[in-house]
């Protein structure tokens, strides 16, 4: 595959059946957190697929070239300036050979799927947008996760999205949203979104035989974990901060791929960077929950 390149780590762990998370780069790079901050949670995420026993995949398009696990070299230049790549953009992003394409959730479930990686962990995911019956507004990470046959493990969508559309959305595409020791879908900073999720698992074991039947039925799985108690924010804290950034990203005429990471850095704004712990330590978890599925994945007989 001369286009895609899988790392030496990556490439034997797949070859030996053992457990492989895929992440996303976008969250990494300067489109998804500021600087200090991206380099803390980039190396916590990999400490935490490590320690719970599998291989982490970071997914990036380097010099045109995409890219299955990274080497330092890879990793310090997705921490820096990128350009945002959704799935549909991996074409151009090869074909114009991209200085570094900072993938997506839809992006690396595309690259996952390809390199024949099961398991996805990422922050939020992508969903439908406040409006988006005018604006049409609806990410493309959540058909990529309807139609590639992977695990995404996300805290929920991003808070600022409309989260019952998001669910319903999910629904018409046939994806299992299941809440992990949860009743509720979360809502990313904060824990609960008062919306119930259609199935609660509670273990990384029962998680993996719900995505294995799932496979054979074609299409992908979402697992909705809730940030940790202790470093949870309260939805009352954030919805204030959130309809402002909401109100500026429509007064300053932002839109399609830019209003994502506007929004978020509103937001961080407005909160003094109060979301930035949080947001570390969601994607921490998430990594941490996406790893032990994985290793039960790897033991399915
Ligand atoms: N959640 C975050 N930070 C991010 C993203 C999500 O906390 O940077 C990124 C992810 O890469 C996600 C993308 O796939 O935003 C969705 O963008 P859009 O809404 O334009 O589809
Ligand atoms: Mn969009």
Redo the contacts with the bound molecule.
Sequence with gaps: MPNMTISAPVSEALQGGRPVVAL?S??FSN??LPSPANEEALARTLAAVRDAGAEPAVTAILDGVVHVGLDDSGYERILGEATKT?ERDIAAAIAQRWSVGAT???ASLAIAQRAGIAVFA?????GVHHGAQESGDV???LGAIARHRVLTVSAGA?AFLDIAGTLEHLEMLSVPVIGYQSDEFPMFYARSSGLPVPLRLDTPREVATLVAERFTWGGGVLLAVPVPADDALASSAIQGAMSDALDRARTAGISG?A???FV?AEISKALDGRNIPV?LALSENNARVAALVAVAMSKTP
């Design positions: 996303e976008t969250i489109l998804g959704a997506t959730v839809s990422t922050g939020g995911i992508g990410s493309a990470d991003k791929a209003v994502t990471p978020l947001n």
